[in-house]
């Protein structure tokens, strides 16, 4: 008959989408199908010669070929219609699949998006809050320093005005001493 024959469909990756029992059926049914062609290419000479008779006055018309080989040809359309559907189901299924699979990823790397953005509005939400802690800090800091200025400018406007000079004497003294 004929050579082993191997039938694979790939997708667009070249990963083959057909169990090696698939291959198998395929395979048995190409030879069956083969040895029906045979049987209808014996049965078509066998029309033929009686055609040649029928000619001859020997036998019946081309009814006889038709008669035979017309069924053979249709079983061997059907069979072979049915493998196609069948293997095009499979890789439609196996498409499929694959779809919702990167579908659910596509999906879980929406989700985890999500929850990193979320996590972002939180902590900017926290430096807001520190911030405006350490603003508000600043300013008090700033108002008590102010505060202090005045009280040392008012502090020296008095002395100068009252001619205390009791600071000098000290910072003085104390340069006098620490040599």
């Known amino acids: ?23 198998q059926k395929l395979e048995n049914k190409y030879e069956q199908a083969e040895r029906r062609l045979q049987q209808a290419m014996d049965d078509r000479d066998r029309a033929q010669s009686e055609h040649i008779s029928a000619i001859n006055g020997k036998a019946q018309s081309e009814q006889d070929w038709h008669r035979v080989l017309m069924p053979l040809k249709e079983n061997f ?74 009280v040392l400018e008012g502090i020296i406007t008095f002395s100068s005005l009252t001619g205390f000079t009791r600071c000098e004497e000290y910072s003085e003294e104390y340069r006098l001493h620490s040599k």
């Not at 008959?1 to 291959?23: C, H, Q, R, V, W």
């Not at 072979?80 to 499929?96: C, H, K, P, T, V």
């Open 77 to 150: 359309c059907t069979e072979w219609e049915r493998g196609q559907e069948a293997r095009f189901e499979r890789l439609r299924n196996s498409i499929m699949e694959d779809f919702h699979k990167q579908l659910a990823d596509h999906q879980k790397t929406i989700t985890d998006h999500q929850k990193a953005i979320t996590n972002l509005e939180k902590t900017i939400t926290d430096h807001q809050k520190e911030i405006t802690v350490r603003g508000e800090l600043a300013i008090t800091v700033i108002s008590v320093g102010i505060s202090i200025y005045r």
């Open 1 to 23: 008959m004929s050579p082993s024959l191997k039938i694979y469909s790939t997708n667009n990756d070249g990963f083959s989408l057909e169990s090696e029992a698939d291959n």
